[in-house]
């Protein structure tokens, strides 16, 4: 895709088919131009009568990246399903994957995207991980409940900050963001070893998102040492709703109340922010998730990682 028309009628289908994710044309490009193109990554539109009415990708996952191995996907719009162009579409991918020598497909979905489910299970892919999506109702929720936690902060030293109040304070602030978003990670639930992303991509993929806030974004300091963060993100498509990105304490310092008091923080912006929602997505066996039902966030449907492991003749 290269004009703004193409990425509008491609973002219209998946509006379509993610109804309560919504995308824009914005964030699309972004990621789109900033896309590390050291990693292979094709996508194309299906076309019926000159309207567009689905897509298809594959990709080398560099999120978690080993030879062999990539992801693939197919949306059709929910008008146009049933008609043969998602099995068009899955077998063009597969016959362009066969000249990179695939030993592994993955994939994902949520269940209550029956069609995706059956689609890939029906192709053989095997469900690695559940990640229920939860929801908290920001206007409802009760600060006093939890406000031991900022006194708790103050007798362990430990301050809460926006990154906007970080970018005051640490002219180094980027690399420490980077360094210890990637900490972090490593504790995070996957379903395989993640791959770092260079800092340049950093830069520019992340930290040049649209969606992007730094007042949303919230760090736990300890004598000058990061030692937790909790990011809340933004979207255009869904004003009055925020995501939660990585949310995250260092080993050293966890079993003290650093996670909730980040995330009361953060849920004290949400609150000013205007948000109705704040949404986020755990493993279903995380640590994470079991605090986020705490606050009071309702589960909602999942997310589903896949895997389509082939036979080598």
């Known amino acids: 895709m290269k004009t703004k028309e193409e990425y509008e009628a491609f973002v219209a289908i998946e509006n379509a088919i993610w109804v309560d994710y919504p995308s824009t044309v914005e964030e699309y490009m972004h990621y789109d131009s900033t896309r590390d193109p050291k990693y292979l990554f094709q996508r194309f539109v299906i076309e019926q009568d000159g309207k567009l009415v689905g897509s298809c990708m594959y990709c080398e996952p560099w999120w978690s990246m080993k030879p062999g191995k990539y992801y693939l996907n197919v949306n059709i719009h929910p008008d146009y399903r049933r008609r043969g162009y998602g099995s068009e579409a899955y077998d063009f991918i597969i016959k362009e994957l066969e000249k990179h020598n695939p030993s592994v497909f993955v994939s994902d979905t949520r269940e209550d995207q029956t069609d995706g489910v059956k689609f890939l299970t029906d192709r053989g892919f095997i469900q690695l991980m559940r990640e229920p999506t939860s929801q908290l109702d920001v206007l409802a929720f009760d600060q006093e409940k939890f406000s031991g936690y900022a006194e708790k902060m103050n007798k362990l030293g ?44 950093f830069e520019k993929r992340t930290l040049g998102s649209p969606g992007f806030y730094p007042d949303a974004q919230f760090f736990a300091i300890n004598k000058g040492k990061y030692v937790g963060m909790s990011a809340l993100w933004t979207s255009k498509a869904a004003p009055k709703k925020l995501f939660t990105g990585l949310t995250g304490v260092a080993r050293s310092y966890r079993c003290k109340g650093i996670a909730i008091a980040m995330k009361v923080k953060a849920i004290d912006f949400a609150q000013k922010y205007g948000a109705t929602i704040i949404e986020t997505d755990n493993e279903e066996n995380n640590p994470m998730y079991f605090l986020n039902r705490k606050l009071g966030f309702k589960s909602k449907s999942a997310w589903l990682q896949y895997e389509k492991k082939l036979k080598k003749v």
Not at 162 to 168: C, G, H, I, P
């Open 158 to 201: 430990i301050k809460i900050i926006s990154l906007t109040e970080v970018q005051k304070i640490n002219p180094a602030w980027k690399r420490m963001f980077w360094d210890l978003e990637w900490e972090l990670l490593q504790d995070v639930p996957t379903t395989a070893p993640l791959t770092r992303q260079t800092f340049e991509n």
